[in-house]
């Protein structure tokens, strides 16, 4: 007669085999007993280490047992009652237990707390969400106003290590910086780079009432702060407003290269202009910023503005202020694909819709350091499903171009001073 060899039953030694039987139940249930029967086991571990054996008389103890109590650790985004043993020093202090400190220490409740208000859970709706439907593992003990100070504290000490993280080690060929619009009196100035790689990095944000010279100026010293080098050359990426080209090149030098968002410019454009000629004036537009020959662009925008005169003269003197930084790109020489990817501001805009989905349970901002904690956040979130720039590849043309452009701005201003020696 042949035999089995296959064992009817195979039941796990302690600490586990008391949790073992709840697996029939559920193997989230039998989790959460067998951790809290292995947790018991090391604390006992800890208190004997501590203490010696129970009923010994060691020369070496560094203290003894003192009783039990009941504690509460983080379990699924709620809190789990556990007993831990207690004990006291010889010197009569409590002395902590390793294990029971580092299962304290493991925000698990911040981070679910975290996690969920980033996927747009409502605070009312997180039993629901971390909790079997039956009511199988026990429910979490902290209510919606616990799970939102959890959110504040760690996003407020997220947001303070990526305000003060060291830039000095990312090889940035590429700033962008914009303006995100939370309130009527509120707006932030978000900067993102890109590096040799096409890499990008969200580096910081800062808040203001407007888009004006000061608040700028503050978000460029916290970057120089970090370990951005302003004397590498980059390609800054601004909307076209005067005060962030004035920063810019503040702190970088007058040679510094901006470029102006085309896009912004053709929607200034349009707005100001009678709907007959949006079609032909678009057009234009689309032409220029195509074309590889910088001179050429100017002319045809300029012919443009000329032939604008007559119908919308204030549009014509639009079309031409800020032409250079209109066209810097083209000025470079580089290629088409790259061309498209860096003369417009597309990845600090969109940005913009990870943060309108994470916000948009926020009925009410309460103060300028909620909206940076919330915006902050989305952008880490955002920057998670960062893809490199369509044209990483070419972007050795670009450092190419910004080191040959420094080379002759560096040239032209020592002939200058030598001319005004002379």
């Given at each position: ?9 195979a039941i ?10 709840e ?5 989230d249930?039998f989790?959460l007993?067998?951790?809290?029967e292995?947790l ?6 800890d ?6 054996p129970?009923?010994?008389r ?5 203290g003894?047992?003192w ?6 650790i983080?379990?699924h ?6 007993e831990r043993?207690?004990?006291r ?9 390793a294990s029971w400190?580092q ?5 698990w ?10 996927i ?5 709706k997180?039993r ?7 009511g ?10 616990a799970?939102?100070r959890?959110?504040?504290?760690l ?11 060291d830039?000095?080690k990312?090889?940035?060929l590429v700033?962008q910086i914009d303006g ?9 100035v978000a900067?993102i ?17 407007t888009?004006?010279a ?8 916290n970057?120089l702060?970090?370990g951005?080098?302003?004397a ?7 909307d ?7 920063a ?5 030098g007058?040679?510094?290269l901006?470029q ?8 200034n ?12 004036v ?17 002319k045809?925008i300029?012919?443009?503005a000329r032939?604008?005169?007559?119908d919308?003269?204030?549009v014509s ?5 800020g032409?250079d930084?209109?066209?810097?790109v083209?000025?470079l020489g ?8 860096l ?10 819709s ?5 916000c948009r349970?926020?009925k ?5 350091s909620?909206?940076l904690r919330?915006?902050?956040?989305a952008?880490?979130e955002a920057a998670?499903g960062?893809?490199r720039l369509?044209?990483?590849k ?6 190419a171009?910004l080191?040959a452009?420094?080379m ?5 201003g020592v002939?200058a001073r030598?001319a005004n020696?002379?």
């Open positions: 007669m042949k035999t089995s060899t296959m064992m009817t039953s796990p030694r302690a600490p586990v085999g008391k949790a073992w039987e697996v029939s139940a559920s193997f249930r989790c007993a067998a951790g809290i292995t018991g086991a090391m604390m006992e571990a208190a004997e280490v501590a203490c010696g129970r009923h010994s060691s020369e070496d103890r560094r003894h047992r009783g039990r109590t009941a504690g509460k983080g379990f985004a709620g809190k789990v009652a556990i043993p207690r004990v020093g010889l010197n009569g202090k409590e002395l902590p237990l400190e299962a304290v220490d493991e925000d409740l911040g981070q679910w707390a975290m996690n969920l208000m980033l747009n859970v409502s605070t009312r997180f629901r969400a971390v909790r079997l439907p039956e199988d593992v026990p429910a979490p003990a902290g209510t919606k106003s799970a939102s959890h959110f504040v504290a996003s407020a000490a997220r947001m303070k290590e990526w305000m003060t993280a830039l000095s990312l090889d940035l700033v995100i619009h939370m309130t009527g009196d509120l707006v932030l900067a780079g890109i590096d040799g790689e096409g890499v990008k990095h969200p580096l910081g944000l800062i808040e203001g009432a888009e004006n000061a608040v700028v100026q503050a978000l460029i010293d970057l702060a970090r951005l080098d302003p590498v050359p980059r390609l800054f990426i601004i076209g407003s005067k005060a962030l080209s004035k810019i090149r503040r702190s970088f007058r040679e510094a901006i102006r968002c085309q896009i912004h410019k053709a929607r454009i349009m707005e100001r202009l009678p709907k007959p000629l949006h079609a032909a678009r057009r234009v537009l689309r032409q220029a910023w195509e074309l590889d020959d910088a001179e050429k662009a100017e045809l300029r012919n443009l032939r604008l005169e007559h919308a003269p204030g003197a639009s079309i031409l202020e032409l930084e209109i066209l810097t083209s000025r580089l290629s088409k694909e790259l061309r498209r990817a003369a417009r501001t597309n990845i600090v805009e969109n940005v913009m990870p943060v309108r989905r994470v349970n926020v009410r901002w309460r103060s300028a909620m909206a919330w915006t902050a956040a952008m880490q998670k960062f893809r369509k044209a990483h070419q972007l050795p043309t670009l450092r171009a080191q452009h420094q002759k701005s560096s040239t032209h002939l030598q020696a002379a």
